[in-house]
């Protein structure tokens, strides 16, 4: 297939992007595709003029006749509130007030791409469910966003400015809908194309591949991507995130690790079902693990009144973990030693209320996360702003192992139990507080994986 070509940099009054359009030949050569184009100002990432309009664009309900499990699914997705998420509309505020000429673009880019390809002015909109947005703004991430894809985007990757420079590849409007079914079933209603792009990772580009300043802010893709083992052959995103069910249609739920749980979580509906299970596999914990040093096994022991618990935190996912905007997601160990009385002799990762913070000081805490820093030093909660940032990610499909020494005063011929969790949240307390704080009193905790074992003490 031949590749459009990227964006070709004008400088004339203003520096700009311009989407050329160009045809891909498919299946045979017996099929022509193009995309719409739209113009770019790179230096504000405002579209200058553009092919699309908003009511090329189906709205997702007109799917529904047809598609109602997919429509089912979509709607309890996180794709479908991309623009009304509360914690989403608050950030997206917060980067307007801060950065005027950039600030609307960037965020709407990849939360709401339909009013980002077509122009459309959102200037006073301070609401995702807004009833005078077109349907197609209001839905996120549509129907017909990935359903009129063409061609695979390029990664999103910005400066200082923080302005808006994706490219979509996208022939909305011509009532073709391509997909990833090699012999679609026809129609009266639009016709059906297939494209190998559709089984491939690639098109979660633009909007899971982001860097700012050079730093990975979102970059599931290339951590998946270079991952020899991975990129080469094996499981794409859709693999996991688009499970093929039971009759044979890909999940449209896309389940990752977000919940709308901001007015209490509904742990009977079948995305908080679809979440938990992809957690439940994505993260394995042991308590030995082969110490490098002395080519040994590890294990649980007793010595000269210590107690030697060694961890190993094995990371099952394609991608780091956590992944995404790891900045604002925490993966901790939960760690206690309990006696035969049910005293609490030992405690690690411990927190009581979900709301609690955890001390990223703490050296001894097996925590993951990405923490970003301003210009200061400071840690901050927006990347958009951040300077640095360190990286306490799991690598793709890695380990991280540690083993904690706990003296064991007058615990002479007691039963001790050890209790190990693998514990997530996928925003920290902090970053609410500052962007949605009535949330932090619904923010779940979701265990991924637990093991526990019993030992005499001599």
Request: glycine share 4%; charged share 20%; net charge negative.
């Amino acid at each position: 297939m031949k590749l459009i070509n990227r964006l070709t940099l004008i400088t004339l009054l203003l520096v700009f992007f311009s989407c050329e359009e160009k045809e891909n030949i498919i299946d045979g050569g017996n099929y022509y595709l193009s995309h719409k184009e739209y113009t770019l100002d790179s230096l504000s990432g405002n579209i200058i003029n553009s092919d699309i309009i908003t009511e090329d664009f189906q709205s997702a309900e007109e799917c529904m006749e047809c598609h109602l499990e997919h429509y089912q699914e979509w709607s309890s997705s996180f794709h479908a509130s991309s623009f009304s998420d509360p914690v989403f509309m608050s950030m997206w505020s917060s980067e307007k007030d801060h950065r005027p000429l950039t600030g609307v673009n960037y965020c709407v880019q990849c939360h709401a791409p339909a009013a980002f390809v077509s122009g459309y002015d959102l200037d006073g909109v301070q609401s995702g469910d807004d009833a005078s947005l077109p349907d197609i703004i209001r839905e996120g991430v549509s129907c017909d966003i990935c359903h009129t894809m063409v061609s695979k985007s390029p990664s999103v990757h910005t400066q200082d400015h923080v302005a808006a420079v994706a490219q979509y590849y996208i022939n909305p409007g011509e009532n073709i809908k391509y997909g990833s079914i090699e012999s679609p079933d026809t129609n009266s209603y639009h016709e059906s194309l297939y494209l190998p792009l559709f089984n491939s990772s690639s098109s979660c580009k633009p909007c899971h591949n982001q860097s700012i300043r050079g730093m990975p802010i979102e970059m599931t893709f290339s951590e998946w991507d270079e991952h020899p083992g991975l990129s080469m052959a094996g499981p794409s995103c859709q693999s996991c995130h688009m499970k093929k069910q039971a009759d044979g249609h890909s999940s449209h739920y896309f389940a990752g690790v977000d919940l709308l749980f901001y007015n209490g979580l509904d742990e009977s509906s079948d995305q908080y079902k679809e979440v938990i299970n992809l957690l439940n596999e994505s993260v394995n914990i042991d308590f030995e693990y082969l110490n490098p040093q002395t080519g040994m096994l590890d294990s649980v022991r007793i010595e000269n009144d210590s107690l030697f618990i060694p961890i190993s935190i094995n990371n099952l996912t394609g991608h780091k973990l956590p992944s995404g905007t790891s900045f604002s997601r925490e993966a901790w160990l939960e760690l206690l030693v309990i006696n035969s009385t049910n005293d609490t002799i030992y405690q690690k990762g411990l927190v009581v209320n979900s709301s609690d913070t955890l001390d990223y000081n703490d050296e001894s805490l097996m925590l993951y996360t990405t923490i970003l820093y301003d210009e200061r030093g400071e840690i901050i909660h927006e990347a958009s702003n951040a300077f640095s940032y360190h990286d306490r990610t799991l690598r793709t499909l890695f380990y991280d192992t540690k083993t904690y020494s706990i003296y064991l005063e007058e615990q002479t011929n007691q039963e001790l139990l050890i209790k190990a969790r693998m514990l997530f949240r996928s925003f920290k307390p902090q970053m609410l507080d500052q962007f949605h704080p009535e949330a932090n009193s619904f923010l779940p905790i979701i265990q991924m994986d637990a093991d526990s074992l019993t030992l005499i003490s001599p």
